[in-house]
């Protein structure tokens, strides 16, 4: 495993402790009504910010931006924002906000690193098929 892989599995783990402690909070509280509806919209939220970072189709795309908006809001006074929902529930929003800003730049760096192999790889077979066939023509 390489630095990176490495990182990027530390990132995953503390990504997903952050969402255990979200995910124990009903069995904590045992939150119920408009508390439960929160924690659920929260969830979905998390998971559409997840699922859909590298969609390529319209509706999945704005299921992303939209997510990452209502993380990203910080001046939102509506009782289902980011903000008031971890105010309602008692949670950190910085904290879970960065932890997902850090998953998301990890996802991207793993993604680049992933087509530059890909484009090298390519590049590298071009090379040697060209060489042949110098080789061929040369002889």
Excluded at 73 to 88: A, L
Excluded at 119 to 125: C, E, M, N, Q, S
Aim: with cysteine; aromatic share 10%.
């Amino acid at each position: 495993m390489d630095f990176l892989t490495s990182h990027e599995h530390r990132q995953d783990r503390l990504l997903e402790a952050m969402f255990k402690e979200i995910l124990c909070l009903p069995k904590k509280n045992n939150l119920d009504g408009e508390e439960g509806l929160m924690l659920a919209v929260l969830e979905n939220a998390i998971e559409c910010f997840q699922k859909n970072i590298f969609a390529h189709k319209r509706k999945r795309k704005r299921l992303y931006q939209e997510a990452e908006e209502w993380i990203l809001e910080k001046d939102s006074d509506w009782c289902f924002s980011f903000e008031f929902i971890f105010e309602t529930l008692d949670l950190q929003p910085d904290y879970i906000r960065l932890g997902l800003l850090s998953w998301k730049e990890a996802k991207c760096k793993e993604r680049f690193i992933q087509a530059y192999r890909r484009r090298r790889k390519t590049l590298l077979k071009t090379r040697v098929a060209d060489g042949l066939l110098d080789m061929r023509v040369s002889l």
